[in-house]
């Protein structure tokens, strides 16, 4: 199972995400509002802003203060890191 680090020593299993969005736009916003209501919404942000949103395959949605980009790059620096394991052996 890979973890990605979302921020403030937080894990998400990467084999779950779905999207990770920013939160400026008005469905998105939406998406959050549904899942407070619906209690599936995970706040990671530790009173800061949030900056990104990942929403994942059993419809949590984590709000993370940390850029979408430096998540997506996290989950690709761990593939990267991965293959170079799986050609050493």
Excluded: C, W
Aim: net charge negative; aromatic share 2%.
């Amino acid at each position: 199972m890979k973890l990605i680090n979302i921020g403030f020593g937080n894990m998400v299993s990467a084999n779950r995400l779905v999207a990770i969005v920013s939160p400026e736009s008005a469905p998105i916003k939406r998406i959050i509002q549904d899942a407070r209501d619906k209690a599936t919404l995970i706040d990671a942000t530790y009173g800061r802003r949030t900056r990104a949103v990942i929403i994942t395959d059993s419809d949590h949605v984590i709000l993370s203060a940390v850029q979408p980009e430096t998540v997506a790059n996290r989950l690709t620096n761990r593939d990267d890191e991965e293959e170079e394991l799986e050609e050493d052996e």
